[in-house]
């Protein structure tokens, strides 16, 4: 079962098929190819993100930063991903984005601080040049994107298309290079896995990369190297899992929690996973586009049929992977890893 293509060309000129393919898509599996996106910086995003990982241990140490800059293997507690099998790089808003004096980003406030309180840690130009200008030029490739794509997505659910913009205006959004070394000495165990599970079963841990999980986000965007993004499966209701694949030149968008909740539960945030793929080295930019924190989430009146909304309304800044930590401190599980009925 191929994965739903969708033209962001057609979707900016409203084309009316696009944008049923658009809900349809999103509205089914969850997730699509996005094709004609002309996010070119993006691929220069990944060649950098490729040569930062090649760096010695010692180079990549200088950037490291628990939120806000390098993570080694093993360098990081994560209920989805399991922390000896990657290493990353994460980025922020951009310093040039943020608002002077403004409470929201300077304040004395938990949440200001902790998404705000410090600065992205880039690292050396000396160690890696022209790194930190390629990765904040694709950040803001993706930042246009997903404006563009939720703009859409109002327009696919008829509603005013700027119906997001005031919450995505103020977005926490944080850019990964998600990297998963290779691991040729894991090929066999992790094949015989795979061949042991049922279409629609679990996989046992040792043939994971990453557990099933949906996001805590809006949309999430993935880049990978050559569009190739094998070992990465969505879960559909009636076909089980479904192969992500490969589609040159194409990203990857699926709804997160957020986006769920927002439309009532239209639009579907599906469990996903990665799977060993042959334990090759794979490489991935990952837009958590994460509106911003005191963004009420509630579903508008046109798609609740005037019947009673399905879920409660929430401010987004607790359901972001950051408040985890807070659900860490009283023994609660992360929702990621919980069915739908459990994560609300």
């Not at 002309?38 to 995003?45: F, M, N, Q, R, S």
């Not at 980003?105 to 200008?133: C, H, I, M, T, V």
């Amino acid at each position: 079962m191929p994965l739903p293509t969708v033209s962001l060309a057609a979707l900016r000129d409203r084309d009316t098929s696009a944008l049923a393919a658009l809900r349809a898509s999103l509205s089914g599996v969850g997730f699509l190819h996005l094709v004609d996106h002309g996010a070119e910086e993006v691929l220069a995003a990944l060649a950098a993100a490729r040569a930062f990982f090649t760096l010695p241990d010692e180079a990549k140490a200088r950037a490291t930063h628990a939120r806000k800059g390098f993570i080694p293997v093993n360098g990081c507690v994560n209920a989805v991903r399991f922390p000896h099998l990657h290493e990353k790089f994460s980025c922020g808003r951009l310093a040039e984005s943020l608002v002077d004096g403004d409470p929201y980003y300077a304040g004395p406030s938990e949440e200001a601080q902790l998404y705000f309180g410090d600065p992205n840690k880039w690292p050396d130009e000396k160690d890696a040049p022209g790194f930190r200008a390629s990765y904040e030029t694709a950040y803001r490739a993706f930042e246009r994107l997903c404006v563009e794509l939720h703009s859409a997505i109002a327009a696919a659910l008829g509603l005013a298309d700027d119906f997001f913009t005031p919450a995505l205006s103020r977005h926490v959004t944080n850019l990964c290079a998600l990297h998963y070394p290779g691991r040729p000495d894991g090929h066999h165990q992790a094949e015989a896995g795979r061949s042991a599970a049922t279409r629609a079963g679990e996989l046992p841990d040792d043939a994971l990369r990453v557990l099933p999980h949906t996001d805590p986000t809006s949309l999430t965007v993935l880049a990978h190297e050559a569009g190739d993004a094998s070992g990465l499966q969505v879960l559909d209701d009636e076909a089980g899992w479904i192969d992500v694949g490969a589609q040159p030149d194409a990203l990857t968008v699926n709804v997160g929690d957020i986006l769920h909740f927002w439309t009532n539960g239209e639009f579907k945030s599906a469990r996903h996973r990665v799977v060993g793929d042959s334990w090759r080295s794979r490489l991935s930019l990952v837009f958590f586009c994460m509106p911003g924190y005191d963004a009420l989430i509630e579903a508008p009146d046109t798609l609740l049929n005037g019947q009673p909304p399905r879920y409660p309304s929430f401010a987004c800044g607790q359901r972001s992977h950051f408040a985890q930590s807070l659900r860490d401190a009283q023994g609660l599980p992360d929702r990621q890893l919980l069915s739908e009925q459990s994560r609300q």
